[in-house]
């Protein structure tokens, strides 16, 4: 089945300054990449997602890239604010359309 | 758009008792959902997919007699804790598929169940 790694677990960064965290997964099937937001007892919040036939996208201070035949993933956050600061999960779908989830990333913004 | 509500958000129950949690597609129809279980500071496990008017597919290691699934209607889908047990206590989620937009998953607000 589909294995999704995510790296780093913790991210700590200088408000303004950009984080990058990056997913892998295994199975060349999958073709729709989401990546949540999730905050402390809250829901996981779709911040952003990517199909398997485009290379990029791009919402304001969000980016996430896609390199299908390396099959790893990134998003790209730019000039990151205090409310940035989260956990982040990058998901994949597997060959029965389930996602399959990354291991998160805590993501800290300090002022 | 894309609501997905869950009730309750948080439940304490005695060990041996039965919880459940219900998970509702508020302004749209999902013929599926999915169900999740997070522990603190971790990933989201699936536990098992809902599918309307059929049995729900478990995944490897989840009980299927313990944790019950029923996905009565297009916008409806319950889970039921069986003879719960301390190591049950755990975040509850559930998302719903869109039937229109086929991979989107829209996550519940979550629901503590805590098991004394």
């Known amino acids: 089945g589909e294995n999704v790694e995510q790296h780093p677990s913790t991210l700590s960064v200088q408000e303004g300054d950009s984080a990058v965290i990056k997913c892998t997964y295994s199975d060349s099937a999958s073709n729709y990449f989401p990546w949540y937001k999730q905050e402390l007892g809250k829901r996981p919040q779709l911040i952003i997602d990517?199909?398997?036939?485009?290379g990029e996208k791009k919402d304001q201070r969000i980016a996430v890239t896609l390199n299908k035949t390396a099959k790893h993933f990134s998003l790209h956050i730019t000039e990151t604010q205090p409310e940035d600061s989260a956990v982040y999960f990058c998901?994949?779908?597997?060959?029965?359309?389930?996602?399959?989830f990354g291991a998160g990333t805590q993501v800290v913004v300090t002022p | 758009g894309a609501v997905v509500s869950q009730h309750p958000s948080w439940v304490i129950c005695k060990s041996g008792t039965s919880v459940k949690i219900e998970c509702r597609s508020l302004d749209f129809q999902a013929t599926t959902m999915f169900w999740y279980r997070q522990f603190p500071k971790q990933s989201l496990m699936l536990m098992a997919t809902s599918n309307e008017g059929s049995k729900a597919t478990y995944e490897q290691g989840v009980e299927k007699d313990k944790f019950l699934i029923n996905h009565a209607s297009l916008t409806l889908s319950t889970l039921t804790v069986t003879s719960a047990h301390p190591e049950d206590s755990s975040f509850y989620i559930c998302?719903?598929?869109?039937?229109?937009?086929?991979?989107?998953?829209?996550f519940g607000p979550g629901t503590r169940l805590t098991v004394t």
């Open positions: 998901a994949a779908t597997d060959s029965w359309g389930k996602l399959q």
């Open positions: 998302s719903a598929v869109n039937r229109d937009k086929r991979y989107e998953q829209y």
């Open positions: 990517i199909r398997s036939n485009v």
